[in-house]
């Protein structure tokens, strides 16, 4: 049971580089989340997608952008990595509404985590 | 929009003693509310979730939470405190979409011997 599956585990970058965090989920979940976590603080959302197609920005997307091709791949992409990107970065998934009860509160899965650093 | 605020950044007790860690929110809609837990340097464990179906909430590890629609709270609650315990938690709400996922700051659980 793989879950969600993040990519790469740690990563350090310069200042004005780019790079693309990977997420895979082989739940078929439609929704999925990218956060990120700063030392700490809670989860900001950066964005989410509720299917295939579809992206919204969550609270904090300045400097971000993803794209959700299929079901199971959800990548974010920083194109000029600045120090207060440095963070840890969670993406999860959860099943949105099926129109069963307690579809809305179905829980999310996180993946380990990527912990970025910018200098 | 939906917000969530975790009244308290530490709580301390002693090992047995109860827990009370504090958690308003704000919904347009019919809130989805959750708690998880974070221990250090680990990942994400749901400790139990409000599904409208009755106001007390049990989870896992003993804890429980009480949706308080009055007062837009869902506060977590232990009667006794294990040195396990010790971690972050954090109240995290949905809209009635399921869409947007809020965090709170969380609230960092120390447990003295």
């Known amino acids: 049971n793989a879950g969600v599956t993040q990519t790469p585990k740690f990563r350090i970058l310069k200042i004005g580089q780019s790079m693309t965090l990977q997420c895979t989920q082989d739940?078929?979940?439609?929704?999925m989340y990218w956060y990120r976590q700063d030392p700490g603080m809670g989860l900001k959302l950066i964005y989410y997608?509720?299917?295939?197609?579809?992206?919204d920005k969550g609270e904090v997307p300045n400097g971000y952008n993803v794209s959700r091709s299929t079901t199971e791949d959800f990548p974010l992409r920083l194109e000029l990595a600045a120090p207060s990107q440095t963070s840890v970065y969670f993406c999860?998934?959860?099943?949105?509404?099926?129109?069963?009860?307690?579809?809305?509160?179905?829980?999310?899965?996180f993946g380990n985590g990527t912990r970025l650093t910018v200098t | 929009a939906q917000s969530v605020t975790q009244l308290d950044s530490h709580v301390s007790v002693s090992e047995g003693t109860p827990v009370l860690l504090r958690c308003n929110y704000s919904?347009?809609?019919?809130?989805?509310l959750f708690w998880y837990v974070q221990h250090p340097n680990k990942g994400l464990q749901l400790l139990l979730k409000?599904?409208?179906?009755?106001?007390l909430v049990k989870g896992i590890n003993g804890f429980e939470a009480e949706f308080k629609k009055s007062e837009t709270s869902f506060h977590l609650t232990k009667p006794s405190a294990h040195m396990s315990d010790a971690a972050e938690y954090f109240c995290?709400?949905?809209?009635?979409?399921?869409?947007?996922?809020?965090f709170g700051a969380g609230t960092r659980l120390f447990v003295k011997a």
């Open positions: 999860a998934s959860r099943q949105g509404p099926t129109g069963g009860s307690g579809s809305y509160n179905s829980p999310l899965h």
């Open positions: 409000y599904t409208s179906a009755a106001t």
């Open positions: 919904s347009s809609y019919s809130p989805s």
């Open positions: 995290v709400v949905s809209d009635g979409g399921g869409f947007k996922t809020i």
């Open positions: 739940m078929n979940h439609n929704y």
């Open positions: 997608s509720v299917g295939a197609g579809i992206t």
